[in-house]
C-alpha cells in the first residue's frame, strides 16, 4: 500500500454514531455527518469533497469519554487520511461544536 501524501483536515458535523474499534479496545469510531471539511494550513486537505456525506473517523476513547460524546451533538476534529478508507484524529483534537 503506498501511503497518502501528510495530509490534514478540520471536519465538523454532527455525531451519528459511537461504536468501539473492532480490533483495538483503546479506541473508537466516531461516524460524523460532515457539514464542513476545512483545509489546514500547509497540508492537503484529502477530505474536501466529503461534506453531504458521513465519514468513520478512529479516535483515541479516552477523548471520547473525557467529553462524554453521544449520538446528536455536534462535533469538530482534525483527520488524516492515513490509507483508502482509513481516517484517524490527530491526537487531542475532538471538541464539541458550539
Known amino acids: 500500500m503506498v501511503a497518502p501524501k501528510p495530509n490534514e483536515t478540520r471536519l465538523a458535523g454532527t455525531?451519528?454514531?459511537v461504536r468501539p474499534h473492532r480490533e483495538?479496545?483503546?479506541l473508537l469510531e466516531l461516524v460524523v455527518a460532515?457539514?464542513?471539511a476545512d483545509d489546514?494550513?500547509?497540508r492537503a486537505n484529502l477530505l474536501a469533497e466529503t461534506p453531504?456525506?458521513?465519514l468513520a473517523v478512529t479516535t483515541d476513547a479516552t477523548d471520547i469519554a473525557e467529553?462524554?460524546?453521544q449520538p446528536g451533538e455536534r462535533v469538530v476534529?482534525?483527520?488524516e487520511v492515513r490509507g483508502?478508507?482509513?481516517v484517524w484524529s490527530r491526537p487531542h483534537t475532538v471538541r464539541r461544536d458550539r
Open 40 to 42: 489546514v494550513e500547509g
Open 67 to 69: 467529553l462524554g460524546l
Open 24 to 26: 483495538r479496545p483503546n
Open 15 to 17: 455525531v451519528r454514531q
Open 77 to 79: 476534529v482534525g483527520v
Open 52 to 54: 453531504g456525506g458521513e
Open 34 to 36: 460532515v457539514d464542513r
Open 84 to 86: 483508502p478508507g482509513v
